[in-house]
């Protein structure tokens, strides 16, 4: 008797010409790195397009849209991400496999905690040794508590010559590493960084900057500020910066400080998306996306970071505004990505 299901026929990526076993509902990523190919990639839920490849022959199953982080130009070339793409027959890519970052785990110490917002707090780091990074890039933070338990943050400020980093960790019903550090006492707690990870860096340009922030995703933000006035940039910037409510507005006393010693035009701009409170806030509300379009200019480079949701609907915003796409950079805050 013939069975009615229809047994899936293995499929085989060839990754620069190595053959690759792709398991049933598996990624082209996972079936790489499983078979022990240095395949780049950071992220792995396709917010920073470290694994992008082009595909030269074959079908995959794009599990999210790769519109929003590839270029035009790039998918008309046939790129695709590596960890949001299942194979659907027989597949062919080509990858810069030079372009794996060479990301260094360093040991250190918890030397700060401070509550920033009633669910979002910074944790400073001591390490042994200084790691250096890129402004907006995050890095995999493990903390001995949990073994091996491991979530992603961005890093909150620039290199420090001490060798200190920061992370903005928002508590995550559930998440173990986000709890931890949001309800308990780790001053002294051994920690363990490992990176730098990620694609999201400020670009070398003479363009005006648009600086878009939702929730935690304001870390990254201010790495990239605190950068770029060190360095003597004078680009015009605006950072819209979204939050619930009024006590979920932190960092203003650093944005001020860095507008008022910036050396062009700063306009900062935050809005509050829950319903009115009683303390009488009298600026922006609705969504950020509400508000971009009158502080946006066409020839401008964005950035942003911050919920998936928030940074989908302002991309769409941008790019109707005449914003080129290669000039919109995002870094898409999920709990996969390791706010948890």
């Given amino acids: 008797m013939f069975s009615i299901f229809k047994r899936r026929a293995p499929v085989t990526a060839h990754v620069n010409g190595t053959p690759v076993p792709v398991g049933s509902g598996e990624t082209l990523l996972q079936a790489a790195l499983r078979s022990g190919i240095d395949f780049p ?43 949001q793409s299942v194979p659907s027959s027989d597949i062919a890519v080509e990858v810069d496999l ?65 060798g200190q980093v920061q992370f903005f960790v928002r508590k995550v019903p559930g998440g173990a590493l986000s709890m931890l550090v949001n309800e308990a ?12 990870l990620g694609e999201f860096w400020l670009r070398p340009a003479d363009a005006p900057l648009l600086f878009i922030a939702g929730g935690s995703g304001l870390a990254p933000i ?70 971009l379009a009158r502080h946006v200019a066409g020839d401008a480079h964005a950035y942003l970071c911050g919920p998936p949701v928030m940074v989908d609907a302002c991309t769409a915003t941008l790019t109707h505004c005449g914003v080129a796409r290669e000039h919109i950079f995002a870094d898409r805050f999920t709990t996969i990505r390791g706010q948890q």
């Fill in 41 to 83: 990639h950071s992220c792995r839920v396709g917010g920073c397009a470290s694994c992008k490849c082009r595909l030269t022959s074959g079908r995959v199953r794009e599990l999210t849209p790769s519109g929003y982080v590839l270029s035009e130009d790039e998918l008309d070339q046939g790129y695709i991400l590596a960890c």
């Fill in 98 to 162: 030079s372009a794996a970052p060479a990301r260094r785990r360093v040991p250190g110490r918890v030397i700060g905690q401070q509550r920033l917002t009633h669910d979002i707090t910074a944790l400073r780091i001591q390490l042994s040794e200084s790691l250096h990074y890129k402004a907006g890039q995050f890095a995999n933070l493990r903390l001995a508590p949990l073994g091996d338990h491991a979530r992603s943050y961005s890093f909150a400020t620039d290199v420090q010559p001490d």
């Fill in 185 to 196: 006492s780790l001053v002294g707690t051994e920690a363990t960084v490992e990176g730098p």
């Fill in 222 to 291: 201010l790495a990239m500020l605190g950068q770029a006035a060190r360095s003597g940039c004078g680009r015009p910037v605006t950072l819209l910066f979204g939050a619930r409510g009024e006590r979920d507005l932190y960092g203003l006393e650093a944005i001020q400080d860095i507008a008022r010693h910036w050396p062009a035009q700063f306009s900062f701009l935050p809005v509050l998306s829950g319903p009115p409170d009683a303390d009488g806030w009298q600026g922006a509300r609705g969504m950020v996306g509400d508000h």
